[in-house]
């Protein structure tokens, strides 16, 4: 926090990051990004590229603002990943990691002409870390 008064923070860009705090949050003058492995607000959490495989859903990333719900704040950028049916959960989530990054450098080089959208958390869920035993199966087409 004290490095972040003394630099005066504009903006801070993360991914794949623990919760932030509150008092972390409000020391930047415009926020902090996140780009987050899924499509928000329908998957938040955790391995959320096998839990959208396993139910059947499109896999995809966002980039939002954090707040101090996870997974929770103002969408800047939003798109579903491509990807060939028959790539590994692995693959999978390395192309979705690029989207990630991606997404994070378009909504940082437009974001002063996004308007953020702000998710129903009524949809979705916050998923938790899959199972091994399940995501091995997953990777098998056995489930």
Known sequence: IDLLKKYNVDLI???G???I???II???KIGILNS???IIPDYRGMDIVPWALYNGDPVGATCHFIVPEPDAGPILVQRNLKYDKNDSVLTIRVKNMIL???LMVEAIKNIENIIPIYPDLSR???YFQMPIDMLTRL???KL
């Open 17 to 19: 990051t623990r919760i």
């Open 124 to 126: 979705g869920k916050r």
């Open 139 to 141: 990777d098998d087409g």
């Open 36 to 38: 987050h492995p899924g």
């Open 100 to 102: 990630c990054v991606e």
């Open 26 to 28: 409000n020391q930047t």
């Open 13 to 15: 860009a993360l991914g």
């Open 21 to 23: 705090s509150e008092d």
